[in-house]
T-cell receptor, first 115, second 112 residues
Framework: EAGVAQSPRYKIIEKRQSVAFWCNPI?????LYWYQQILGQGPKLLIQ????????DSQLPKDRFSAERLKGVDSTLKIQPAKLEDSAVYLC?????????????FGPGTRLTVL | AQSVTQLDSHVSVSEGTPVLLRCNYS??????LFWYVQHPNKGLQLLLK????ATLVKGINGFEAEFKKSETSFHLTKPSAHMSDAAEYFC??????????WGAGTKLIIKP
């Protein structure tokens, strides 16, 4: 079974530029999560999707971050414009069930550096 | 409010010796507790999960954790460390809305 795929693996941009990350979850997984992991910290949930609907985006900085999962399969997370403090690893996870306490399967992450 | 504290940012042990990674939590009710592991350049992986059944939980790769309500602890142990155990370990607690609260992580270093 293929795991969660993310691309790109690394991205370096300058502040005020825009960037997009892509995630393809495990086939059949209806629930998809985006996390931000700043160096030295645990992951912080940004947004949770159930199929193509948003379940929780309470911690998503909506003035600059957006995410979509239009067909209920793969998803894109965008930052526009980027700030220095957005430097982090962005993790995508998927699950068969909608409760965050159910097992989540994580991708390798995208490491973003904002200069 | 729920919170989780991993007491050590780094733990260094010799190969073949026991591993102890410490985690304390704060919760106003009986939470679910998890340990996740993150190997370099790999995705986070669930090691084990406590959900109010047996207090001693066995996970993958020989790890286990014991839920101690009186001490509000959920320490992770392994009898004998292997070089492949070198990774970062995260203790996680769920809140009343099933949202996950992650600890800051403990980096486990294995000395040959």
């Amino acid at each position: 079974e293929a795991g969660v795929a993310q691309s790109p693996r690394y991205k370096i941009i300058e502040k005020r530029q825009s960037v997009a990350f892509w995630c393809n979850p495990i086939s059949g997984h209806a629930t998809l999560y985006w996390y931000q992991q700043i160096l030295g910290q645990g992951p912080k949930l940004l947004i949770q999707f159930q199929n193509n609907g948003v379940v929780d985006d309470s911690q998503l900085p909506k003035d600059r971050f957006s995410a979509e999962r239009l067909k209920g399969v793969d998803s894109t997370l965008k930052i526009q414009p980027a700030k220095l403090e957005d430097s982090a690893v962005y993790l995508c996870a998927s699950s068969t069930n909608p409760l965050p306490t159910d097992t989540q399967y994580f991708g390798p992450g995208t490491r973003l550096t904002v200069l | 409010a729920q919170s989780v504290t991993q007491l050590d940012s780094h733990v260094s042990v010799s190969e073949g010796t026991p591993v102890l990674l410490r985690c304390n939590y704060s919760s106003s009710y009986s939470p679910s507790l998890f340990w996740y592991v993150q190997h370099p350049n790999k995705g986070l992986q669930l090691l084990l999960k406590y959900t109010s059944a047996a207090t001693l939980v066995k996970g993958i790769n020989g790890f286990e954790a014991e839920f101690k309500k009186s001490e509000t602890s959920f320490h992770l142990t392994k009898p004998s460390a292997h070089m492949s155990d070198a990774a970062e370990y995260f203790c996680v607690v769920s809140d009343s809305n099933y949202q996950l609260i992650w600890g800051a992580g403990t980096k486990l270093i294995i000395k040959p």
